[in-house]
Nanobody, 121 residues
Framework: QVQLVESGGGLVQPGGSLRLSCAAS????????MGWYRQAPGNERELVAI???????SYADSVQGRFTISRDNAKNTVYLQMNSLKPEDTAVYYC???????????????WGQGTQVTVSS
């Protein structure tokens, strides 16, 4: 399995920026997807940005043009650069990955612990 540790959340004013980091560790055969989700009070957890199995980045319409997902394969880390933040971006952000385990190549899904992002003046 893969363990995910998130960091970078906090309080920021509208129009500001934050960068979230998600570091992965553990044994695995392959990573199929890695991405970011968020959940605001009263809302369902939603996809924000993700690298798909094909390696392409996909974004929610609400963050397109403002957020950028990136990765550093050497560090097993995925990032979410968030610019031009809006109050409606306020949520708990979660990193998620899925893939195949090292030994018997069974599928797994791992979630980070979540990090709070608050956009408020």
């Amino acid at each position: 399995q893969v363990q995910l540790v998130e960091s970078g959340g906090g309080l920021v004013q509208p129009g500001g920026s934050l960068r979230l980091s998600c570091a992965a560790s553990g044994r695995f055969f392959s990573i199929n997807t890695m991405g970011w989700y968020r959940q605001a009070p009263g809302n369902e957890r939603e996809l924000v940005a993700i690298f798909t199995t094909g390696g392409r980045a996909s974004y929610a319409d609400s963050v397109q043009g403002r957020f950028t997902i990136s990765r550093d394969n050497a560090k097993n880390t995925v990032y979410l650069q968030m610019n031009s933040l809006k109050p409606e971006d306020t949520a708990v952000y979660y990193c998620k990955t899925d893939g195949l385990s090292s030994i018997i190549r069974t599928p797994f899904t791992s979630w980070g612990q979540g990090t709070q992002v608050t956009v408020s003046s």
